[in-house]
């Protein structure tokens, strides 16, 4: 009885093996396209808030990747896949499930990704939603009520990398920046000004120095526009002036230029201009609410990331022959 046990058992192994080699010797269902095999451009639509599986399901239909499924089993296994950002996205079709997770995450494929940089102004914006085509007029959009009246929208569009969903309009886009700077200075104490200056006046300083100023000097920048408000001195900032001439990012100013009839011109006007002159990020918004303290009235950047400060009108004016002589030298090209 042992011996025919033994048999059915040694039967049995042998019958799971060779089901098992024929099951080796027949063709595989392919769960991902080869490396290798990449065909056409495919735009994929990714909206805010898309569960993975619709993800998988719309790749799989447009042709990206052979079997949904392979991608929702990458994707739980996979942290970065809840970065995956809303836009329209351009992947390659006929690719892997891995490779149509890193296309995903490649920012330059997401049409819907748009830079606000620290310093630009609102029109530097609304060329770059254009460029990204995003349309539509920017109506309705709400600052801050915080700060108590409507404001224009200079100085409340805080600078950040934002992914737009396709068919978000301008106005949705503007406002998704407005709720971002909300967000952003409610860790800090702009709200409650500084000193006798008012929340919004604070952010219009943080505008100037963002401008002016490397970020390493902006405490400093700050402490000498407080200075100069102290004692009722123009500020006699060029950027102000170029500002309200739509020449920002030019270097210098002519002597003609430092006279235009402007709100936004520091050279005629003492205290500050009316509105920030951009949009400054939250390093020049914690500077303009902690100066460092110093009695300087001047500072000049006489070449790149090299900005001096000064109490001394002589000393400056001798900065300003040197920035003169580097600026003729194409030092700051």
Do not use: C
């Not at 950040?160 to 200075?185: D, N, P, W």
């Not at 950047?301 to 030298?329: C, I």
């Amino acid at each position: 009885m042992k011996h025919l046990n033994r048999r059915i058992i040694t039967i049995g192994i042998l019958f799971i093996i060779g089901v098992a080699a024929v099951l080796a010797l027949l063709p595989q269902t392919p769960i991902d396209f080869p490396d290798g095999s990449a065909g056409p451009l495919v735009k994929i639509s990714v909206l805010a808030g898309e569960s993975g599986s619709r993800i998988a399901e719309d790749l799989e239909k447009q042709g990206v990747i052979l079997k949904a499924s392979t991608f929702v089993k990458l994707a739980m296994g996979d942290l970065r896949s809840r970065s995956i950002s809303p836009g329209l996205h351009s992947l390659d079709s006929h690719i892997s499930s891995k490779e149509a997770l890193r296309e995903l995450l490649d920012p330059s494929r997401n049409s819907g990704v748009v830079r606000v940089i620290e310093g630009s102004a609102v029109a530097d914006v609304l060329s770059t939603l254009k460029a990204s085509g995003i349309s539509g007029p920017a109506l309705k959009v709400a600052t801050p009520s915080q700060f108590g009246v409507q404001h224009p929208l200079e100085g409340f569009l805080f600078p950040a990398t934002y992914s737009f969903a396709v068919g978000t309009t301008k106005s949705q886009a503007l406002q998704e920046m407005v709720r971002s700077f909300v967000e952003h200075i409610s860790q800090t104490s702009l709200l409650s000004g500084f000193g006798r200056y008012s929340a919004y006046q604070v952010l219009t300083i943080a505008s100037l120095i963002q401008i002016e100023a490397d970020s390493s000097d902006f405490s400093k920048a700050a402490q000498v526009i407080y200075n100069r408000l102290k004692i009722n001195m123009p500020l006699q900032l060029n950027s102000t002036v170029q500002y309200a001439l739509n020449a920002r990012g030019r270097i210098a100013l002519s002597a003609k230029q430092t006279r235009v009839a402007s709100p936004f011109n520091t050279y005629l006007n003492t205290g500050l201009p009316p509105t920030p002159i951009s949009n400054p990020g939250i390093e020049a918004i914690r500077a303009a609410l902690s100066p460092m303290p110093g009695d300087w009235l001047y500072f000049i950047t006489v070449k790149p990331h090299d900005t001096r400060f000064t109490k001394s009108f002589q000393e400056f004016q001798g900065w300003v022959t040197l920035y003169n002589n580097n600026l003729a030298n194409g030092l700051f090209k």
